[in-house]
């Protein structure tokens, strides 16, 4: 294959790259009263990458470069959504940056090279391709942690991703190494075709799964591994928490349907137990501990562990339906959560962080419009019918139980159960507490953040109600027959 024609499918990621390193440039000569330009065209920058993508889009599977970058109906499907997460994440934090004075162009220039890495990740048909894109995700990921340097709590934050990811990343290619080893390839396809065949081999491939699947479950946050993420939800500026609570989830399935497809080979049947234990434990520490959470941030960091079981639930079945179940709830997640954070920054009036449960008293009678979407955000994430999130449950509960994993399905909907109770209680604060008058919280003078909130809100509901495209179309691209 000529060079030009490996180049051909990797278009939105070449423009992606140069693009940004255009708007690093430009910005050297904004000054801090004009940063609005930058942040426009980063916007722009968002805006033709994805319209790149749903013009090349047509379904068909391309291998490039020796199968080191492969361009499929998932793959685009999930870059779609990365970008319009990550081009919602630039709108919600505008103002909240302006406060406090980090409204600078570092803010958009590592978000896209964040999405740049997402992208690679999802595309990975090589090990070494894998590792690239995590690795270009999580670099940015741990700066945009540390942006604002005046504050203690996200610097240790920053500290704690960093130290932490770094073990998540030694293990993960320690186990890299061992399917090396075990197979003689870095490529996916060859060692899932070479897998069943290992012989004496065959130990030293089951070890470098583990290894695998642990750092696949670091980068969720799943339970036993999520010990980095309440820390670094709560002490990372709330514009940067929404940034990297949502976009990042759909990279990071993305990497594990890879892996576990490709790189785990033909061990599927021993790596499903291994993944359905994982989505217990989250399920179990993320709903038990969010109870218990008084801080916003802090509870919807546990609420993600929780939604990281469930996500688990769809890659518990390790077939068509499964993963596009996964990935359905992998979306679904990602607008509810960049909602969910963008609710505590439409209460960060004059730079106050309202971050605390306390500060939603009677938001619902002081605002009655702003309150109503934060219940159409909270009920989508309990997984209310009809709202947007009961689908998604509902989907990978499906796929759990079609599966051959009732068990599991069992227990995912008494977690549901127990986990409806934290997101009610926001609801009862806004609609039944008293107004809390010494309270510095209120609402942010923002009309695109409000007009963004209330379309991504709402939206909760109307996909709710019309959920058959999206769930046709995610199942579409795993070859699964609707």
Not at 41 to 57: C, E, K, M, N, P
Not at 210 to 234: S, T
Not at 330 to 345: D, E, H, P, R
Not at 412 to 421: E, K, N, P, Q, S
Request: with cysteine.
């Amino acid at each position: 294959m000529s060079i030009t024609n490996n180049l051909m499918p990797m278009v939105p990621e070449l423009f992606l790259l140069g693009a940004t390193f255009a708007l690093l440039l430009i910005d050297l000569f904004v000054t801090q009263a004009r940063r609005g330009l930058t942040h426009f065209l980063a916007l722009v920058v968002v805006i033709v990458t994805l319209t790149l993508i749903l013009r090349g889009s047509d379904g068909v599977a391309v291998s490039t470069f020796g199968g080191m970058f492969l361009k499929d109906a998932p793959s685009d499907i999930l870059k779609a959504f990365i970008l319009i997460t990550t081009g919602a994440a630039f709108i919600y934090a505008k103002q909240y940056l302006v406060d406090r004075g980090l409204f600078q162009g570092e803010f958009h220039v590592l978000c896209l090279f964040a999405a740049l890495g997402m992208m690679i990740l999802v595309s990975a048909g090589n090990l070494v391709t894998v590792y690239l894109g995590l690795e270009l995700l999580a670099l940015s990921s741990y700066a945009l942690v540390a942006m604002s340097r005046d504050s203690a709590v996200a610097s240790e934050a920053a500290m704690k991703y960093f130290v932490l990811g770094a073990m998540a990343s030694g293990m993960l290619l320690y186990g890299m190494s061992m399917i090396y080893g075990a197979t003689g390839s870095l490529d996916l396809a060859t060692i899932h075709a070479a897998s069943p065949d290992l012989g004496e081999n065959r130990m030293l491939m089951m070890f470098g799964v583990v290894f695998l699947i642990v750092g696949i479950a670091f980068k969720f946050g799943a339970a036993p591994f999520h010990m980095w993420l309440p820390d670094v939800y709560q002490g990372a500026p709330t514009a940067i928490t929404l940034f990297i609570g949502s976009a990042p989830k759909l990279a990071a399935f993305g990497m594990a349907w890879r892996l576990l497809e490709g790189g785990a080979g033909d061990f599927d049947a021993w790596w499903r137990d291994i993944i359905a234990w994982l989505a217990v434990a989250s399920l179990a520490v993320g709903n038990v501990i969010a109870i218990a959470q008084t801080n916003m941030k802090r509870m919807l960091a546990y609420s993600t562990i929780s939604h990281v079981g469930f996500l688990f639930l769809g890659l518990s079945n390790p077939s068509s339906v499964g993963y596009a179940a996964a990935m359905f709830y992998a979306i679904t997640y990602a607008l509810m959560s960049a909602g969910a954070f963008a609710t505590v920054i439409l209460l960060s009036r004059n730079g106050y962080e309202a971050e605390q449960i306390s500060d939603y008293a009677g938001l619902a009678r002081k605002h009655p419009w702003q309150g109503f979407l934060v219940l159409l955000l909270m009920a989508s994430l309990a997984g209310l019918p009809p709202m947007f999130g009961f689908w998604a449950k509902l989907a990978v509960l499906q796929a759990a139980v079609a599966g051959g994993m009732l068990w599991l399905a069992i227990v995912g909907v008494l977690f549901a159960v127990i986990g409806a109770y934290y997101y009610l209680r926001i609801i009862k604060v806004m609609y039944f507490d008293p107004v809390d008058d010494s309270s510095k919280a209120g609402l942010i003078n923002d009309p695109q953040l409000r007009l963004l909130l209330s379309v991504n809100a709402l939206l909760m509901l109307v996909l709710g109600l019309f959920s058959g495209p999206l769930i046709a179309w995610c199942q579409s691209a795993f070859g699964v027959s609707s």
